[in-house]
């Protein structure tokens, strides 16, 4: 199965430099799903994780290697899942964010699971039905 990698597993393979245990197996993992080419990129993850980068140099060598990711194209009916989503989890006290309910919502139309540290993705489970991906090294 194909997995949308989130912007918080990307970040700790990408920029954190000491890591626990726990972060450890979690680059790991993400690391074996790239061999296995079951990584699923979207623009606004990739805009994400170049955000913020001071140095014109470093965004331009990680823009040159994210670039190995295709982008999933995203099309209306995704953003309209990502509405209904975030007006469930409002109607539930569930808060997020908007990328954060698109991912669900990309997720869900495209079958896919989703690889994040992020918490709020816990709280959206209980709301609507997403898979995790789950550490399993």
Same mark, same amino acid.
């Given at each position: ?5 989130? $912007? ?10 000491t890591l626990t245990e726990e972060e450890k197996k979690t680059v790991l993992e993400f690391t074996e799903l790239i061999k296995e080419f079951r990584v699923v990129m979207i623009g606004p993850v990739r805009q994400e994780i170049l955000s913020g980068i001071s140095s014109?140099?470093?965004? *331009?060598?990680? /823009? ?6 295709? @982008? $999933? #194209?995203?099309? $209306? *009916?995704?953003?309209?899942? /990502?509405?209904? =989503?975030? !007006?469930?989890?409002?109607? !539930?006290? #569930?808060?997020?964010? %908007? =990328? +954060?309910?698109? =991912?669900?919502?990309? /997720?869900? *139309?495209? *079958? ?5 540290? @992020?918490? +709020?993705? $816990?709280?959206?489970?209980?709301? #609507? @039905?997403?898979?995790? %991906?789950? #550490?399993?090294?």
């Open positions: 199965m194909k997995v949308l990698v989130d $912007t918080s597993v990307w970040s700790l393979a990408l920029r954190k430099k014109e140099s470093k965004f *331009n060598e990680l /823009a040159s290697k994210l670039r190995y990711f295709e @982008d $999933t #194209v995203i099309e $209306t *009916n995704d953003y309209e899942k /990502a509405s209904e =989503i975030y !007006n469930l989890c409002r109607k !539930n006290g #569930v808060q997020g964010s %908007h =990328i +954060d309910f698109l =991912i669900c919502a990309i /997720a869900i *139309n495209r *079958n896919l699971s989703i690889f994040t540290t @992020d918490k +709020d993705f $816990t709280e959206f489970c209980k709301v #609507v @039905d997403l898979r995790l %991906h789950t #550490v399993i090294l």
